[in-house]
T-cell receptor, first 114, second 112 residues
């Protein structure tokens, strides 16, 4: 049973460019959440997708957008990259009607903006 | 903004000793969870405690929750070098797959 997978593992972009990160949830999960973790900090919630709709959003600008596909996988898009967008981007999956309230995290994508 | 705050921010102990980490939060929660992260990789879920629970155990882990003080503690008994990692507490405020609000984390080093 595969856990949460993310691609790519590492990515280097320059300021102003656009990036797309991908996430496949754990088998059986229907909800995907994205988090940004700056160096030395805890993860910060970006947004959550369920039934292909953005269900919740954190305090991130509109440059951050996402999508969820019918197979529950998800993409995170960031436009007009800034140096401050350099971070580890984590995807977490869960089951909305689960009794355990547990989110399972992928290994992350390390984004470096030069 | 990050709600949870772990204390201490760094802890170094010898193998076999116990490690205690504390977490404080600001507003009412639905549940509190502890995660481990090795070297900037993905987060591993350790244990969850609901707001109506006071103590839970899982293997070498013991977590307590005091909602009147808005605080939690994680105890790792008989620590091993493999426990070396960063530990985060995270809170949720509604049931189900709601967003996790993380603290800044605590770095635990277990020396062989």
């Amino acid at each position: 049973d595969a856990g949460v997978t993310q691609s790519p593992t590492h990515l280097i972009k320059t300021r102003g460019q656009q990036v797309t990160l991908r996430c496949s949830p754990k088998s059986g999960h229907d909800t995907v959440s994205w988090y940004q973790q700056a160096l030395g900090q805890g993860p910060q919630f970006i947004f959550q997708y369920y039934e292909e709709e953005e269900r919740q959003r954190g305090n991130f600008p509109d440059r951050f957008s996402g999508h969820q596909f019918p197979n529950y996988s998800s993409e995170l898009n960031v436009n007009a990259l800034l140096l401050g967008d350099s971070a580890l981007y984590l995807c977490a999956s869960s089951l909305v009607h689960s009794s355990t309230d547990t989110q399972y995290f992928g290994p992350g994508t390390r984004l470096t903006v030069l | 903004s990050q709600q949870g705050e772990e204390d201490p921010q760094a802890l170094s102990i010898q193998e076999g000793e116990n490690a205690t980490m504390n977490c404080s939060y600001k507003t009412s929660i639905n549940n509190l969870q502890w995660y481990r992260q090795n070297s900037g990789r993905g987060l591993v879920h350790l244990i969850l405690i609901r707001s109506n629970e006071r103590e839970k155990h899982s293997g070498r882990l013991r977590v307590t929750l005091d909602t009147s003080k808005k605080s939690s503690s994680l105890l790792i008994t008989a620590s091993r070098a493999a426990d070396t990692a960063s530990y985060f507490c995270a809170t949720t405020h509604q049931g189900g797959s709601e967003k996790l609000v993380f603290g800044k984390g605590m770095k635990l080093t277990v020396n062989p």
